[in-house]
């Protein structure tokens, strides 16, 4: 089945830690974003890539990093410097109609602060 | 700035009844895009119809339909029949020309809950 896979479900982080979300398509998408959730809030545009190699930053990139090595993956990382990490996080992909340009999602990483 | 407002926090309908959720938005650009993605409790959001601006018909997916009103600037979702399953945060999203038309804004979302 095509589809968004994202790993961990559930993830913690310690203080001063780097933690890395990973997000893996097999939709032959060339496009990928990472969206950031808080609660009671819609979804905030954190990074997204049109092409392996390139990406760019969204609304609220200070803290992430990312990288597109592989057409299938576009793992993020929350570095130490992002503050404020607890979140739901959510990676998508979008369709190649460019008439559209839907973006299907995949079922999200819960971040938490311990 | 492009902007989505979804005024209603939460919402209530009694199985197989149809309802409308809200969805007003604020751009001055003339083309754009428009979604409404269903989110469970599971976390996953789920795409369900899309509107294009230039779209002069509005767009039907099975139970789902989107009310399309350009000089009012609203596009509500509007879901015949409902069924329990239905329940669930539903989120207006509108695609702005900027940044190659990659970005979505996302509204606060509306919680539906359909009653047996």
């Known amino acids: 089945d095509g589809g968004i896979t994202q790993s961990p479900k559930y993830l913690f982080r310690k203080e001063g830690q780097n933690v890395t979300l990973s997000c893996e398509q097999n939709?032959?998408?060339?496009?990928m974003y990472w969206y950031r959730q808080d609660p009671g809030q819609g979804l905030r545009l954190i990074y997204y890539?049109?092409?392996?190699?390139?990406?760019q930053k969204g609304d609220i990139a200070e803290g992430y990093s990312v990288s597109r090595e592989k057409k299938e993956s576009f793992p993020l990382t929350v570095t130490s410097a992002q503050k404020n990490p607890t979140a739901f996080y959510l990676c998508?992909?979008?369709?190649?109609?460019?008439?559209?340009?839907?973006?299907?999602f995949g079922a999200g990483t819960r971040l938490s602060v311990l | 700035a492009q902007k989505i407002t979804q005024t209603q926090p939460g919402m209530f309908v009694q199985e197989k009844e149809a309802v409308t959720l809200d969805c007003t938005y604020d751009?001055?650009?003339?083309?754009?895009?428009l979604f409404w993605y269903k989110q469970p409790s599971s976390g996953e959001m789920i795409f369900l119809i899309y509107?294009?601006?230039?779209?002069?018909q509005n767009a039907t997916e099975g139970r789902y339909s989107l009310n399309f009103q350009k000089a009012r600037k609203s596009a509500n979702l509007v879901i015949s029949a409902s069924q329990l399953g239905d329940s669930a945060m539903y989120f207006c999203?509108?695609?702005?020309?900027?940044?190659?038309?990659?970005?979505?804004?996302f509204g606060t979302g509306t919680r539906l809950l359909v009653s047996p």
């Open positions: 998508a992909s979008r369709d190649s109609d460019r008439t559209k340009n839907i973006q299907y």
């Open positions: 939709l032959n998408h060339d496009a």
């Open positions: 890539s049109q092409i392996v190699n390139d990406f």
């Open positions: 751009t001055s650009d003339q083309s754009y895009g």
């Open positions: 509107q294009g601006s230039y779209d002069e």
């Open positions: 999203a509108m695609r702005p020309p900027e940044q190659g038309f990659q970005k979505l804004v």
